[in-house]
């Protein structure tokens, strides 16, 4: 089934909240849903318009996979909580790390966070709430990319042939699956999502995991997550669509206190896009790449050398796996 696209141009954020409130309660009915808070702009916005249509019989979560950015959990639970939302934090590391353990194709490593977060984590979740619906952020270029076979996003099912009922045991419904990402910022705006959450940068499903080549473990998930709090506050002061810290898997010869050191790559990717379908490399000044360079090598001992990615997409990706 063709999803009908709604341009941003053409977009009444207004009436959209309206239209998607009032099909989220007569999907539901008198039960109840669920649905996962990352704290990006999709899930984000999702969120606000289950409340408003559900309201306690939205059962929020937050799960906690080792794999997000530094301090995620507390910053997102607190803002949400100002908003009038309760969200819970499921404590799942140990399951992600131990899905993730060995694998370094980028599609295997995509779909072991897909079983843990649906079948394993979400799927014990939604049976002790009795939820039989879950509301989730898919967005029509998710859909475009997993379709099109360029990479398989964690959200999408249904337009692959799977069923998420016999999957995994509850429904999915897709509130913005008609949107892309600058139509679901205007959603956002509408909802009275503070700027910090309908304006952030995209953030994979995958999470870190997207970031790091190889095989994930701890000890990197760590590495990228300090380089990601070094490089995302001075990148997105050019207003770029997206920026990141990429951990390679190779290590590179370089020398620190005077001796040799067999360390570690990073590579900066910095955006500009409006949907995500296309984007080209941001121009950062080569002073500031410089000093980001200076700041990561200083900080973060295993790392010898800082790169920075200049080719568009397509044919490049946005995020590297």
């Known amino acids: 089934m063709k ?146 076979g360029i990479k398989r996003q964690h959200n999408v099912f249904e337009q692959l042939g799977i069923d998420p009922k016999a999957a995994f045991g509850y429904h999915i419904l897709e509130p913005v699956v008609q949107l892309r990402k600058d139509g679901v910022r205007k959603v956002g705006k509408a909802l009275g999502l503070p700027a910090t959450i309908w304006n952030r940068p995209p953030f994979p499903g995958p999470a870190l995991a997207a970031r790091v080549i190889g095989a994930v473990t701890p000890k990197k998930i760590e590495l990228v997550r300090k380089a990601t709090a070094l490089v995302e506050p001075v990148l997105l002061r050019t207003g770029a669509f997206q920026c990141m810290a990429i951990l390679h898997e190779d290590r590179v010869t370089g020398m620190k206190n005077g001796r040799r050191l067999f360390g570690r790559q990073i590579e900066l990717r910095c955006w500009d896009s409006i949907d995500a379908r296309k984007a080209t490399p941001t121009a950062v000044p080569f002073a500031t790449l410089r000093k980001l360079a200076d700041r990561i090598t200083a900080e973060l001992p295993e790392v010898v050398s800082v790169t920075y990615h200049i080719a568009s997409k397509p044919p490049s990706t946005m995020e590297a796996v």
Request: aromatic letters at 6%; proline letters at 1%; a positive charge.
């Open 3 to 148: 999803i009908k696209e709604i341009k941003t141009a053409k977009l009444n954020a207004q009436s959209f909240i309206a239209e998607q409130v009032a099909s989220i309660r007569a999907a539901v009915g008198r039960g109840t849903a669920i649905n996962a808070l990352s704290g990006g702009v999709d899930s984000s916005v999702v969120t606000l318009l289950g409340h408003r249509a559900l309201g306690r019989r939205l059962r929020t979560l937050f799960i906690q996979n080792g794999i997000m950015r530094e301090g995620e959990a507390e910053a997102i639970v607190a803002l949400f909580k100002k908003l009038g939302v309760r969200v819970e934090v499921v404590d799942a590391r140990r399951e992600f790390f131990a899905a993730l353990r060995g694998i370094t194709d980028p599609e295997e490593k995509r779909e072991a966070v897909t079983q843990t977060f649906y079948k394993k984590v979400f799927g014990r979740e939604v049976r002790r709430s009795g939820a039989q619906f879950l509301l989730q952020g898919t967005i029509l270029t998710d859909v475009d990319e997993t379709v099109a």
